[in-house]
């Protein structure tokens, strides 16, 4: 089956709930956090495209965001940090049928994980990635993060951040990602649109998504103030408007920013197949004796 082959449920078949996509695990994030919207616009994306749990693979790093595997019925990996774009793809390789979503925040994939990110990219594995950003470490009780703001003041840097922070959108675009987009967690059902569109969308789809930290950092009056709409006329499909729009909004816009059709890695290596040998393991071990 392709990539971008993601297949509803069959004529006939029961229709899957949004509870029955939740796993009964309580999410134990602080009240308010931004991530409860991502998690609850997943559920929705999942029910909106009728996919079987059994098919699905939710794959995280570590941090607040990544815990999220436990919170839903389908399968999951909790791995190491900064190390779910790798993990997932294996799984995406191993088996190409699979929709599998990558969860993390600001540190776990601009941080430890920006190398991955990079690759996984420019290789357009078919991966949904959610990136949860709300500037700071809330795990780790409020360290700055690489999209911290200038000057922002934290455990880790008490005068002031003096690193330039990571635009997720432009470094995504910079990467070679075929389908970026932007959401705001106080919006789940437009974001939980954006998320069924970057799992239907066959090549890696990277959602940046401004998931307030309302413990340590912004809240959600910031974030009101600061996010605006694509203006209904916008072409998803001009790279250069994408970038030139990171490079210089004002407003944080939500909804697609760029969009185009690239071949998916899964589906560029079956074409070697018909060449593949048997490997010849006694053959191997010989030209070391």
Known sequence: MPDGAKVARAPGAEVISVKEYKSGDKPIWCPGCGDFGVLSATYKALAALQLQRHEVVVVSGIGCSSRTPYFLSTFGVHGVH?????????????????????????????SIGTGHFTHAAARNIDLTCVMMDNQTYGLTKAQSSPTSFLGHKSKSTPYGVVAKPINPVLFALASGASYVARGYSARPNDLADIIAGGIRHPGFAFIHVQSPCAEFFNTYDYYDEHVESLPPDWDAHDLKAAVDLALTEEKRHLGVIY????????????????DTKQFDLTAYLQRFS
């Open 82 to 110: 900064g190390r779910s774009l790798p993990i997932a793809t294996g799984i995406k390789l191993a088996n190409p049928a699979l929709t599998i979503l990558v969860m993390g925040g600001d540190g776990d994939l601009m």
């Open 259 to 274: 969009e185009e059709e690239r071949t998916a890695l899964s589906d560029a290596v079956r074409k070697f197949e018909p």
